[in-house]
């Protein structure tokens, strides 16, 4: 089993910044993407995503502003997000693309989510 736990999340001004983290933990063999996902009433979005490689990819709404990085060592994704925008408020959630062990096919596990919002 692999656990996702989130945190980071909270109340900012419009304009501020914030670093959400995703540490996951259990029977993990490799982690081969991570992502971070949005979501707002009536509205899903992958924000952006990073390989084991480092490859990184960003939904064009926060390209410039956030930033997705990897502590591979430690199976922790951290979310960077400056600038913040209202439209940025939401239930952020991290999902792991996981082999549990060298053969296994990959699953997707997901964190529970932590709350941001950008409101002054």
């Known amino acids: 089993q692999v656990q996702l736990v989130e945190s980071g999340g909270g109340l900012v001004q419009p304009g501020g910044s914030l670093r959400l983290s995703c540490a996951a933990s259990?029977?993990?063999?490799?982690?081969?993407?991570m992502d971070w996902y949005r979501q707002a009433p009536g509205q899903r979005e992958l924000v952006a995503f990073i390989?084991?490689?480092?490859?990184?990819n960003y939904a064009d709404s926060v390209k410039g502003r956030f930033t997705i990085s990897r502590e591979n060592a430690k199976n922790t994704v951290y979310l960077q997000m400056n600038s913040l925008k209202p439209e940025d408020t939401a239930v952020y959630y991290c999902?792991?693309?996981?082999?549990?062990?060298?053969?296994?096919?990959?699953?997707?596990?997901w964190g529970q989510g932590t709350q941001v919002t950008v409101s002054s």
């Open positions: 390989t084991s490689g480092g490859i990184t």
């Open positions: 259990g029977s993990i063999f490799s982690i081969l993407r």
């Open positions: 999902n792991a693309h996981v082999q549990t062990t060298m053969t296994s096919p990959t699953f997707s596990y």
